[in-house]
């Protein structure tokens, strides 16, 4: 297991790692930006960690468009995104945050029967699209403000 990042939660995962810490259970901390693709290559599956609550429920965070450039299919809670953006790259587990018992039994048990071919055809419907392309973004968000000014009388 790779789990990339510095948050307050890395000391606690590290205890938790036990006798696996820096053996099958790998903690690199914070890693430059140039340098996240190398880590995603290394990856089968990313994890989108997202509260089904106001904040987490109505959220894109950067790493879906960082897991699509990659054809890395992840694992995330059954927020609205995860049915929005859903290609057949994601699993969408129960549980309204990802440290509840109800998600974590869900992961574990994906865990334990999660085969490679059924990685290799999530990665497939993985690869990149113009959801995150910055020109579609951009035409995107125009086309939305042009209507809210029309709305307004601007």
Aim: charged content about 25%; some cysteine.
């Amino acid at each position: 297991m790779l789990i990339v990042g510095d948050g307050t939660g890395l000391e606690h995962l590290r205890k938790l790692a036990g006798q696996n810490l820096d053996r099958s259970i790998l903690f690199p901390g914070r890693v430059n930006r140039e340098d996240v693709a190398e880590y995603l290559a290394a990856m089968d599956v990313g994890s989108v960690p997202q509260s089904v609550d106001q904040v987490g429920g109505f959220r894109y965070t950067t790493k879906i468009a960082e897991y699509r450039m990659a054809a890395l299919p992840f694992v995330t809670t059954r927020i609205p995104m995860a049915y929005d953006l859903d290609r057949g790259d994601l699993w969408r587990l129960p549980g309204w945050a990802p440290w509840s018992d109800e998600f974590v039994d869900a992961l574990a048990a994906l865990m334990k029967v999660l085969t490679r071919d059924e990685v290799t055809a999530r990665r497939a419907a993985a690869g990149p699209d113009n959801v995150f392309n910055k020109p579609e973004q951009i035409r995107r968000v125009a086309a939305f403000l042009d209507d809210v000014c029309l709305s307004i009388g601007l």
